[in-house]
């Protein structure tokens, strides 16, 4: 699945993190991310509590697309345990895929609290009066 979405050989060589933000202390997203190593050599090398995975990505491998899939979904157990939520509750999980030109630089699957995320989007141009 993995090497799929990174449009990569099966046993390729991939880099793998896993983040939980927080805002106030309290865990608001478990980031899962599959990086491509040719597309970002140095990402585990990395200093993650200072720069986001997104914005090293982003440096090293200029965006150029992205695919984002949204739904919601029960939490697995383990990540009851890193967002601190009962395994009742319901989150969102987006699935995000970026490329750098011809490339796919990575894939990840983020994971919010229902109870403490909501989706907002605002495009083109809005004029209030």
């Not at 090497?3 to 309290?26: K, R, T």
Request: contains cysteine; proline residues 7%; aromatic residues 8%.
């Amino acid at each position: 699945e993995t090497a799929d979405a990174l449009e990569l050989d099966i046993g390729a060589p991939v880099f793998h993190s896993l983040i939980v933000h927080s805002e106030n202390g309290v865990p608001v997203q478990i980031e899962d991310r599959f990086v491509n190593p040719a597309a970002a050599p140095d990402y585990l090398a990395q200093d993650f509590a200072s720069l986001t995975p997104n914005a090293y990505l982003t440096a090293a491998a200029p965006l150029s697309g992205s695919e984002h899939i949204v739904e919601a979904a029960m939490p697995q157990s383990w990540e009851c345990k890193l967002l601190t939520i009962l395994k009742s509750e319901p989150c969102l999980a987006i699935r995000r895929r970026t490329w750098s030109g011809r490339h796919v630089v990575s894939t990840a699957r983020l994971i919010y609290p229902g109870n403490r995320y909501r989706l907002e989007a605002r495009t083109g141009k809005v004029f209030e009066e």
